[in-house]
Antibody
């Protein structure tokens, strides 16, 4: 069965960086992409960006350009999302989701979420 | 602000039919997908494409689209359908970036 298992909760200070991992199993990792979606407390879903596990192409939300980097390690079927220069409004649950391999398409499986808290 | 617009809240009587809508220019070119999210849980895909349900999603969930509006219909709403519902598609920039609607809180009375 398809599973996406994310790394554990993080607490970071403003200005720091965080790197969240998402380990995939139960399917051919390189036949799909991964999108990252975040949800601030009490708020809606926000699409952060997409990476193709097939060729490493990325597409980031305009508001996060320059602060976010998404990568994959095909040897371990793991996707990573790094967010830099953290601010308090980056406090959110971060989800990875399986997506299309060529462009963002739809999210048919989701990770369990990783809470990132940014606080001084 | 979101490029996809949803009503913040909708209510439905138990067993009745409810339609949740999502409006945006990009929906003239791309299908929406719909996600159900219950408190403390990750979202779940319920409808994608023209009107497709993933395995395990009850057939009371259906989708449709016309012009710049996509709709999710629940026919015979059940208590367990009470949740937040989000539409998703690509934005209207032509850069294939994703975008979510603001979400609709569905209350089953």
């Amino acid at each position: 069965q398809v599973q996406l298992v994310q790394s554990g909760a993080e607490v970071k200070k403003p200005g720091a960086s965080v790197k969240v991992s998402c380990k995939a199993s139960g399917y051919t990792f390189t036949s799909y992409g991964i999108s990252w979606v975040r949800q601030a407390p009490g708020q809606g879903l926000e699409w952060m960006g997409w990476i193709s596990a097939y060729n490493g192409n990325t597409n980031y939300a305009q508001k996060l350009q320059g602060r976010v980097t998404m990568t994959t390690d095909t040897s371990t079927s793991t996707a990573y999302m790094e967010l830099r220069s953290l601010r308090s409004d980056d406090t959110a649950v971060y989800y990875c989701a399986r997506d299309g391999y060529a462009v963002t398409d739809l999210f048919d499986y989701w990770g369990q979420g990783t809470l990132v808290t940014v606080s001084s | 602000s979101s490029e996809l617009t949803q009503d913040p809240a909708v209510s439905v009587a138990l067993g009745q039919t409810v339609r949740i809508t999502c409006q945006g220019d990009s929906l003239r070119s791309y299908y929406a997908s719909w996600y159900q999210q219950k408190p403390g849980q990750a979202p779940v895909l319920v409808i994608y494409g023209k009107n497709n349900r993933p395995s395990g999603i009850p057939d009371r969930f259906s989708g449709s689209s016309s012009g710049n509006t996509a709709s999710l219909t629940i026919t015979g709403a059940q208590a367990e359908d009470e949740a937040d519902y989000y539409c998703n598609s690509r934005d209207s920039s032509g850069n294939h970036r994703g975008v979510f609607g603001g979400g609709t809180k569905l209350t089953v009375l």
